[in-house]
């Protein structure tokens, strides 16, 4: 396997943002994907169905956060509207330390999740729930060291879905492109409502994409979210926190 060019590509390119990956830990990726492609015959998990374009556009894209955040030390992260593992999954791959919690809405999407997470042999919380549900359970509130999220949605929404899972000092870390420049100025505050505040971001660009820059958004918890955020998710999409 260390002569296939594909992981080898992945194994360069991840150096990038500060990472060594294993012999181990490319086989992880590559059982990661020939599950995914398995199980993308019969259930909508990703539209990348070749090989190289997602060990790219979803593995290495998630390993981008490892350059915008450090994760040793068994620091804790949550990945909301996670689907198919993105990104929290790989960034455990990479960082085996990392306390990993996906969470999705979708019942049958965390039942690929857990059932990858056994193949892989890793330990991670799989939860089917709501974001704006979930929160209210014991011991998630506040309680995360940093919060993620690759969903298709304006950086206001994601901040009062995610924003109330982080610590004071933590931060949520929103997956995004430079073309947000518009969006990340109309969300500062947003944050500022829920206790954070836009602090740096970290851009980045994929081998095969050069011309597509991305940008993870750094937002950083400075206070308590108050607790009547978050909203009911209707109600957030109705009239979003400006």
């Known amino acids: 396997m260390t002569g296939d060019s594909t992981l080898n590509k992945l194994q360069q390119s991840a150096t990038a943002f500060g990472l060594a990956l294993s012999a181990r830990q490319l086989e992880q990726f590559e059982t990661y994907w020939t599950f995914l492609s398995e199980k993308n015959q019969v259930m909508n998990l990703t539209a990348i169905t070749d090989r190289a374009e997602a060990m790219e556009k979803h593995f290495l894209d998630s390993l981008a956060l490892a350059g915008a955040a450090d994760f040793i030390g068994k620091r804790r992260l949550i990945d909301i509207g996670t689907g198919a593992g993105f990104p929290g999954l790989p960034l455990k791959i990479a960082v085996p330390s990392l306390k990993l919690t996906l969470l999705d809405s979708l019942a049958k999407r965390v039942t690929f ?42 950086l206001n929404i994601l901040l009062e879905l995610c924003l109330p899972y982080v610590k004071i000092g933590g931060a949520f870390l929103a997956m995004k492109t430079q073309n947000a420049a518009e969006e990340i100025e109309t969300a500062k505050n947003t944050a500022a409502i829920l206790g954070g505040e836009i602090e740096s971001h970290y851009d980045y660009a994929l081998p095969g994409t050069p011309e597509i820059q991305r940008r993870i958004v750094i937002i950083r918890k400075t206070g308590p979210t108050p607790k009547q955020y978050p909203r009911r998710f209707a109600k957030i999409q109705k009239d979003p926190l400006k």
Do not use: F, M
């Open 113 to 154: 999740l857990k059932e990858v997470c056994q193949k892989l042999d890793l330990n991670a919380e799989c939860v089917h729930a709501r974001a704006e549900e979930w929160v209210t359970q014991p011991g998630e509130r506040e309680s995360y060291d940093y919060a993620t999220s690759r969903a298709v949605a304006d």
